[in-house]
């Protein structure tokens, strides 16, 4: 062949690559990414582009179950989307609306929303058999935090969990979206701290348990630990890790919650029930952490039952809440680090920077972001504290259509409760609306997400927890939060995947994305929507 007819053929090839990613592009464009744990780095759980589905259709009969995909393992780990996908390995290589789910198994997947084709799958090692004999998960441990998506570099970052012929590793790993291979080496995750005595103590992740959602901010992943089942809490302790995108160059300052040494019990972990640290507009880091020994709080070198905020180069603890009763929290094993904490967008008035979180004990704090209050025996230093019910749970928010005023949505307890941000004449919430109970058993509390057309249509989605005896099935529900009266009505009900593993709770999030809603549970992905989109079989 001449020259010139292979440099013909290279430039025909490089236009219709070209082709086909413009394409892509023009499909993608208007759809909705989930990239993050409830879509954003505020954690707000509210997609405000959902046209398609509206309180009105998702009453009707003709909303329901499109398709259910087979999976490997239990997923903890909330699903995510990215439309115009190109799919550059397997048979179906092209450009695809994806949605990307992980198991505890160590495999994720990348699915075809509309198809409901598994167009790749990869996996990442053994996972880890009953942790330390923690029954809080199924019986493998593999991959358990919601992975997130850098939509620029079309990289997804996860967190592996393997048993090694050394003994149990996690590890980092940087896929490409397109093949879910990896761009660089996966990271072992090593680090040090030293103690308040002058040694150094190392994490282990025999003790570890990467729960909470991976965070992509400052052009870094930031990763949360705990411990399983609070077992050999003198070796498990609380740590906040960073690293940078990309090269995945582990940060060198990290955050070890309690640097205590004294007796046997440290733990102050990390784990949210599974919800992501947040960060705020300048890249700081919030998260809340649970219980350690009773009397060695003092918000330095051990700050446990609190909301931390930190640097994002984990040098430097910026401000901190902690509740009055810290001391008894900890004696009851009273975690406020069940739940996470939320920060909501700015908002008007001298006091634009707000936060809320509750935990075990069932208060739901809405603190000042700038300074999130301290601690004191005597009281709390917050600008409200409210009744939602025990909460292993964590928060959402929108803003409502009829008076354009922000709207806290909590979740403790088996109760909807949706709450009016006032910020004048002074910061408080007031709730406005509730649900009816959603039944299901396990710990108090549950997870939300909000769907709306900018701020119109909301709709609040929620998933219970399966009963504690019976039939181990959650459920999908919609309510409509602008019904009148005190109670929402009602929108939708149906069963919505499988969760036998009653010992750990099912920590789910239904996603919603492009008149869609993905369901990940036990072994399987369920997708909804209007059923005149039905998938193919």
Not at 45 to 53: A, M
Not at 477 to 484: G, K, L, R, T, Y
Not at 501 to 528: E, H, K, T
């Amino acid at each position: 062949m001449s020259r010139d007819r292979r440099l013909s053929r290279n430039f025909a090839t490089a236009l219709l690559i070209a082709f086909i990613l413009l394409v892509g592009a023009l499909l993608a464009a208007g759809q909705t990414s989930v990239t993050t744990y409830h879509y954003d780095n505020y954690r707000t759980g509210w997609n405000q582009k959902e046209s398609v589905l509206t309180p009105a259709n998702v009453a009707k009969s003709s909303f329901g179950l499109l398709a259910n995909v087979p999976l490997d393992d239990q997923v903890d780990a909330q699903p995510l989307v990215v439309p115009g996908v190109l799919i550059t390995a397997g048979k179906f290589q092209g450009t695809h609306d994806v949605v990307y789910v992980a198991t505890e198994g160590n495999t994720v997947y990348a699915i075809d929303i509309h198809s409901a084709d598994i167009l790749l799958s990869a996996n990442f090692g053994t996972p880890v058999v009953r942790p330390l004999g923690c029954n809080n998960n199924g019986p493998n441990v593999g991959i358990t935090s919601t992975p997130v998506i850098d939509p620029a570099s079309k990289t997804l970052y996860l967190m592996s969990y393997t048993q090694d012929p050394a003994g149990p590793a996690y590890r980092l790993h940087a896929l490409d979206l397109g093949s879910l291979n990896d761009k660089v080496t996966a990271q072992v995750v090593n680090a040090s701290h030293t103690l308040t005595n002058g040694t150094t103590f190392t994490f282990n992740p025999t003790y570890q348990r990467q729960r909470p959602a991976l965070l992509f901010a400052n052009g870094s992943i930031y990763a949360g630990f705990g411990s399983f089942c609070d077992f050999s809490p003198d070796v498990s302790r609380g740590w906040l890790l960073g690293w940078t995108a990309g090269s995945l160059k582990p940060f060198p300052s990290n955050q070890l919650i309690d640097q205590q040494t004294q007796g046997r019990y440290y733990l102050s972990s990390i784990w949210m029930a599974g919800y992501g640290p947040a960060a705020d507009d300048e890249g700081n880091i919030l998260f809340v952490t649970g219980n350690s020994a009773s009397g060695t709080y003092d918000g330095i070198t051990n700050i446990q039952e609190s909301v931390v905020k930190i640097s994002p180069t984990l040098t430097t603890v910026l401000s901190v809440f902690t509740p009055s009763n810290e001391a008894a929290l900890d004696n009851q094993d009273g975690d406020f680090g069940s739940g996470g904490v939320l920060v909501l967008p700015d908002q008007p008035g001298s006091t634009p920077h707000l936060a809320v979180a509750a935990g075990k004990f069932g208060q739901m704090y809405l603190m000042n972001e700038d300074s999130l209050g301290g601690y004191s025996p005597h009281k709390n230093n917050v600008l409200g504290t409210y009744k939602i019910g025990k909460c292993w749970c964590g928060q959402s928010y929108f803003v409502d259509p009829t008076d354009g005023i922000g709207r806290v949505v909590s979740s403790g307890n088996r109760q909807v409760r949706v709450w009016k941000v006032q910020t004048s004449p002074a910061v408080s919430l007031q709730q406005v609306i509730g649900s009816p109970s959603l039944g299901g058993g396990q710990d108090p509390g549950f997870f939300t997400t909000i769907s709306s057309n900018g701020t119109s249509s909301p709709i609040i989605w929620a998933l219970n927890r399966p009963p504690n005896s019976g039939n181990p099935q959650i459920n999908l529900f919609a309510f409509n939060p602008e019904s009148s009266g005190k109670l929402m009505k009602e929108l939708f009900k149906a069963a919505a995947g499988s969760w036998p593993n009653r010992g750990g709770d099912s920590n789910l999030v239904p996603v919603v994305a492009d008149g869609m809603v993905f369901v990940a549970s036990y072994q399987q992905l369920q997708i909804f929507g209007l059923t005149g989109k039905k998938p193919k079989p």
